[in-house]
């Protein structure tokens, strides 16, 4: 029900736009969150925008570098990742939850996706 895209390499400094597209429902009302997960690491989040898009939230690592919004037309969140370094290197996952924005804990998400690889080379 959400599909990632937009994964891939690229060098340190350079940039990438995830996609997270909703299908078989409508996640209008819920709050899309974006998470990744290093090998051998925790699943860690990574920022939160809120079902109408008025609010959102970072980890502090990602903010001013990371930006994320939504289409709800289209169903579709993205996350647009600026300045890359080879530690943002992971696979990422978008999710949706009832919840706020302020929700962090992967569990509190309801729905997930399949993950998108990002590789940033040094």
């Known amino acids: 029900q959400l599909v990632e895209s937009g994964g891939g390499l690229v060098q340190a400094g350079g940039s990438l736009r995830l996609s997270c597209a909703a299908s078989?429902?409508?996640?209008?009302?819920?709050?899309m969150g974006w998470f990744r997960q290093a090998p051998g690491k925790e699943r860690e989040f990574v920022c939160a925008i809120s079902w109408n898009g008025a609010s959102t939230d970072y980890t502090d690592s990602m903010k001013g570098r990371f930006t994320i919004s939504r289409d709800s037309a289209k169903n579709t969140v993205y996350l647009q990742m600026n300045s890359l370094k080879p530690e943002d290197t992971a696979v990422y996952y978008c999710?949706?939850?009832?919840?706020?924005?302020?929700?962090?804990?992967?569990?509190?998400?309801?729905?997930w996706g399949q993950g998108t690889q990002v590789t940033v080379s040094s």
């Open positions: 078989g429902r409508t996640f209008r009302s819920y709050t």
């Open positions: 999710a949706a939850t009832l919840g706020s924005h302020h929700v962090t804990i992967p569990h509190l998400y309801n729905y």
